[in-house]
């Protein structure tokens, strides 16, 4: 069962195509990631982001747990609610997590932009300002364990990152919040290079069988970086008129001026 079908995101009678085909890749993919060891897939995933200014999205500390939670609803004080698609909870020793919200697309934009409200209204701008309130209790987590890092991270299919739309959703966070934000972004066609490694070095039947289905959806949908061009492997032998070297070149005669008569005529 889809966890977007559970969670009521896929309905045939719904009619933003694009949209739902989205929040399916989305729960496929990082559903799969919850049967798997984080150190499989997700956390090389995670480590491939990096941001406007080149920072790369880091997890101090050996996570020796996640949590996952999918389109929860996030309505905090003095903010603009959102449903981000995914949020994780990267547990590390001695109770430190680090949040991760992400906002994942397919074909879609973004779905809202800045508007005269005092908060934040662009989809992300609005998902970085609820990012830097939300609690662990405020996801169902438990009071116990204390926030190390936060970061949002924005998913796509583009092959380079989609700077101009950063930078309009960091623009609006700045003029309405007066602080500087941060947006990591990562593309899902980094996903299958790792997927492929981890498969080479994985001797689990069941990690492997869930691996393979994640790396055969994404292929399937095309979601691939361009690998360049294959070695030509054949070739064909021509014709030996193609082989001769002519050793004598022999040009027409062109004189210096041609005098031509002109004769014009008007066609009623």
């Not at 966890?3 to 896929?10: D, F, L, M, Q, S």
Request: glycine letters at 4%; charged letters at 25%; proline letters at 6%.
């Amino acid at each position: 069962m889809s966890i977007a079908e559970i969670r009521g995101k896929i309905s045939e009678t719904g009619t933003n195509l694009s949209e739902r085909m989205e929040d399916l890749l989305t729960s496929d993919i990082f559903g799969c990631m919850r049967y798997l060891p984080a150190q499989k897939a997700l956390i090389p995933f995670l480590q491939t982001a990096h941001s406007l200014h080149g920072n790369i999205l880091t997890i101090q500390g050996e996570v020796i747990r996640v949590h996952y939670s999918f389109w929860p609803w996030l309505k905090l004080a003095n903010r603009t609610p959102c449903e981000p698609d995914v949020v994780l909870c990267l547990e590390t020793e001695e109770n430190q997590v680090h949040l991760v919200v992400i906002e994942a697309k397919y074909y879609s934009g973004l779905s809202s932009e800045e508007d005269e409200r005092a908060e934040p209204n662009d989809q992300l701008a609005r998902e970085l300002d609820n990012l830097d309130a939300v609690s662990c209790a405020t996801l169902g987590w438990g009071t116990h364990l204390e926030i190390a890092s936060r970061a949002l991270l924005f998913v796509t299919q583009n092959m380079g990152i989609p700077r101009d739309l950063l930078v309009k959703s960091l623009a609006e966070y700045r003029r309405k919040r007066n602080k500087d934000g941060e947006i990591f972004w990562v593309s899902w066609r980094f996903l299958p290079p790792i997927l492929e490694q981890s498969l080479e070095q994985e001797s689990v039947p069941e990690n492997r069988a869930v691996m393979a289905d994640m790396l055969a959806l994404l292929l399937r949908k095309g979601l691939i970086m361009f690998g360049g061009v294959e070695p030509i492997t054949e070739c064909f032998v021509l014709p030996d008129f193609y082989h001769l070297t002519p050793t004598k070149y022999s040009w027409p005669v062109i004189p210096e001026s041609l005098d031509i008569d002109y004769v014009f005529e008007v066609m009623r």
